[in-house]
């Protein structure tokens, strides 16, 4: 038997499975967790619960749906709750954990679905999201309810009448607000709203129907029960008529006797994800200063008493990003995870800001983390040979222990190609930090066409570790190419002072770090200087077409989802302010400082052969942006052609449709070779 490993190729992209949503069991010995899959036959992606021992052994399959996600164990560890559309909507479902092999109970039938559920504290209620609009909320407080269909036929006519009525309920659709489109569809006029609803079967059902405790058109985040069970934790928007409501988020406290609401957080941050502490006197939650932008600046880490007052930032001295937050089981501490020079490691904080400690780090980029009362941690967790597979951190060790291995049987088969890093000095004197691998087959002495990668954002954070790119970069050294990527100025994970160096200046600063970087690599000896490639989507397709339109020195480029207009994507996109927040501009105010800022104002000087990629549904960078800079490209004697993918959105790249993925990935490494390797 041949133990030869082979390239990566590009259907590899069905080989290889992702762990999400780790939680762990009430009595610590047990994980429930998502596993998740892209799958070649159906076109989509396989979700099914699984169970990992925490004392080893193989994960085992709970579900099998293939549209199941968000497990939550109840508080006597009984019963695990968990979300599967597999009957249309979604809806919450309970599985008995004490009789192995037990069917599990649909808990909810909600017309729009259910999602974002919590257990109380006792295990006999769960508080849960549905969208509504006001015509449907009225008629659910008038107590009125449609009689049951009498026979099958009559269920399926109306069924059929509902499909048709919905589709012209909003026709034609109406906008008063911005977003008015997000991700791949329109907004519509339901808002999600928090119900509750007991647990227990047989109940009278008066007794056994949901509870709705808002009233209010706006979208309310997932509710969070406090330690006692008399409230909810939520956050939404403190300004109903605001276009972009979660720039102007709060934080509620909602009482689940009455309803009544009461707003913890001032309008100077825009504030989300509560989670109060286990002794009921704390709530952290993660917040930004209240600007027009919010994305150049740190994710603040911050914590007030549980019924509002003086709130500490407790991740500014430490000049990282916080994302998962847990708290511990004595409530002095929040353990939370972030972004710092290319990884993603574990820290602990004082909740009286004294002490600020680092939990776990190395190679790797955690995602996902829960932790139990005892201080154990399971998180998951990605490094740039394992994917992301589920891990283990006892209480008290710095050491991780990876738990599953579901991709381990793939990458024994194929060739992995390490990263090696380099710190480099752009112009204007600052320290950036990248990454290159070197083509399968590398032979020294040798030089090879470049691939130069450039992260979106723009303030976000690649590393060898970054498990949405894996199987990009992998592959693009499998065809025989130099990868090459870096954290230029305005990336997250080196403080606040980098990421703000990029304000009102996105292509200029960034330029000059990127082709620093090109440029320390190639005095290295291994690239051809005449046969360099570039590519990058969202942001890193905008620095892509600034590039063309600043060097001659590429000879293909693929730029992907790019922002290529400021002015019309201002105009266009889900999140106008993003502009106006990173240029300290309104249109009106300026047109020709963004316009000097936009790609599009120099399509006429690029001359490298560009492949537009583009998703017609993409509501964050709409698909016009494409568009334009394909017709200046092309009206001014460029070489450029443009694949527009139906359906999909901005996450393409990432949970796009399978086979678009693959058919993306299969036409850059195809316009890459035609001028890199002709």
């Known amino acids: 038997m041949s133990t030869e490993k082979r390239p990566i190729n590009v259907d590899d992209l069905y080989q290889y499975a992702l762990v999400e949503d780790p939680q762990i069991s009430p009595d610590g010995q047990w994980i429930a967790f998502v596993r998740a899959q892209a799958d070649k036959f159906s076109n989509s992606y396989k979700r099914n619960i699984w169970l990992q021992a925490v004392a080893g052994g193989e994960a085992i399959q709970l579900t099998r749906g293939s549209k199941d996600s968000s497990p939550r164990w109840s508080p006597d560890g009984a019963t695990l709750a968990f979300s599967s559309s597999r009957e249309g909507k979604p809806q919450i479902y309970l599985l008995p954990m004490l009789a192995p092999g037990g069917e599990a109970r649909i808990l909810t039938s909600t017309a729009n679905g259910a999602t974002g559920f919590a257990w109380s504290p006792d295990g006999t209620q769960i508080a849960f999201l549905s969208a509504i609009n006001a015509e449907e909320r009225e008629q659910e407080d008038s107590g009125e309810e449609v009689a049951p269909p009498q026979d099958e036929l009559e269920g399926k006519h109306r069924k ?84 972009e409501p979660f720039r102007r988020s709060a934080i509620y406290r909602l009482s689940v006797a009455d309803g009544d609401l009461v707003k913890l957080t001032d309008e100077t941050h825009a504030s989300f994800s509560p989670q109060p502490s286990p002794d009921g006197k704390w709530v952290a939650f993660i917040r930004y200063p209240h600007r027009n932008s919010m994305s150049e600046h740190i994710t603040r880490l911050a914590v007030m008493p549980a019924d509002g007052g003086d709130v500490r930032d407790l991740n500014l001295t430490l000049d990282q990003s916080a994302l998962s937050v847990s708290w511990t089981a004595d409530s002095t501490a929040i353990v939370f995870n972030g972004w710092t020079r290319g990884t993603g490691p574990i ?151 980098f990421m703000k160096a990029l304000h009102a200046a996105w292509g200029e600063v960034a330029y000059k770090d990127v082709m620093a970087g090109v440029d320390a690599l190639l005095e290295k000896g291994f690239v051809d200087e005449s046969r360099m490639a570039v590519t990058g989507g969202s942001y890193g397709g905008y620095m892509t077409a600034w590039i063309l339109g600043q060097t001659d020195r590429f000879v293909s480029a693929v730029s992907q989802r790019g922002v290529y207009n400021l002015i019309s994507f201002y105009g266009t996109s889900d999140i106008p302010s993003l502009i106006s927040g990173e240029f300290d501009v309104e249109p009106w105010e300026d047109h020709e400082f963004l316009w000097k800022h936009s790609p599009v104002a120099y399509a006429q000087n690029i001359k490298t052969p560009l492949l537009l990629i583009h ?53 850059m490494v195809d316009w890459f070779d035609k001028y890199c390797k002709s």
């Open 160 to 243: 059929e009448r509902r499909e048709q009525d919905e589709k012209l309920r909003l026709d034609p659709y109406p906008m008063e607000k911005i977003p008015y489109r997000a991700g791949t569809s329109f907004v519509g006029d339901r808002t999600t709203q928090i119900y509750v609803m007991p647990t227990a079967e047989g109940l009278e059902k008066e007794v056994a129907k949901p509870r709705r405790l808002t009233h209010i058109d706006v979208n309310h985040e997932s509710p969070v029960w406090s330690a006692d069970g008399k409230y909810l934790y939520t956050g939404r928007t403190f300004d109903e008529q605001a276009d």
């Open 615 to 667: 998703s017609e549904n993409d509501f964050r960078v709409p698909i016009e942006q494409a568009e334009q800079l394909f017709a200046f490209v092309r009206r001014s004697g460029g070489t450029v052609k443009m694949l527009r993918f139906p359906r999909d959105g901005h996450e393409l790249s990432r949970s796009g449709e399978p086979h678009h993925r693959v058919s993306r990935l299969t036409h």
């Open 347 to 497: 820290h602990k904080a004082a909740v009286d800001g004294s002490d600020m400690e680092i939990v776990a780090e190395g190679d790797f980029k955690s995602v996902q983390l829960d932790q139990h009362e005892n201080g154990d941690i399971a998180f998951t967790a990605s490094t740039y040979n394992t994917l992301t597979e589920l891990f283990w951190l006892p209480a008290g060790s710095n050491q991780p222990k990876q738990m599953t291995h579901f991709n381990q049987k793939f990458t024994d088969e194929v060739i992995v190609q390490e990263h090696h890093e380099m710190v480099f000095t752009s112009p204007d004197g600052n320290e950036v930090q990248g990454w290159y691998m070197l083509p399968v087959g590398y032979e020294e002495g040798q030089k090879y066409p470049l691939a130069l990668n450039i992260h979106g954002g723009p303030h976000q954070m690649w590393g060898p570790s970054e498990p949405s790119m894996f199987h990009e970069w992998q592959l693009h050294a499998a065809s025989g190419y130099v990868v090459f990527y870096c954290n230029p100025r305005g990336s997250d994970g080196y403080g606040e002072a």
